[in-house]
């Protein structure tokens, strides 16, 4: 499945932004899926999980309270909400598709997922 991320853009300390992932060419309710960010100078970070039918959602302990994960199988999207931003959060956002997995796994390592976006930037500023 293709994925897209959008939403990203600038923001202050505080405020919350909402991030969408559309998928298209396949079966968007056959995927898990996932997002990750990758700061300047460092490695890839996940946040989030949810499984195909949004019945299981994980979060990392960097996000969860902060970051809420969606999805809506009938419209092919997938969302972030980030509430709280913290200078911290500036990265680029990634989404990424897991396939053939359970109706009700979750994954945090990327190489459990085959298809990913081209991310979108969020920057914080304090």
């Known amino acids: 499945v293709h994925v897209e991320e959008s939403g990203g853009g600038e923001v202050q300390a505080g405020d919350s932004l909402r991030l969408s992932c559309a998928a298209s060419?396949?079966?968007?309710?056959?995927?898990?899926m996932g997002w990750f960010r990758q700061a300047p100078g460092k490695g890839r970070e996940w946040l989030a999980g949810?499984?195909?039918?949004?019945?299981?959602?994980r979060y990392a302990d960097s996000v969860r309270g902060r970051f809420t994960i969606s999805r809506d199988n009938a419209k092919n999207e997938l969302s972030l909400q980030m509430d709280s931003l913290k200078p911290e959060d500036t990265a680029v956002y990634f989404c990424a598709a897991a396939r053939n997995v359970p109706q009700d796994s979750t994954y945090d390592r990327g190489y459990e997922y085959q298809d990913w976006g081209q991310g979108t930037q969020v920057t914080v500023s304090s």
């Open positions: 060419g396949g079966d968007f309710s056959a995927h898990a």
């Open positions: 949810i499984s195909r039918h949004g019945w299981t959602k």
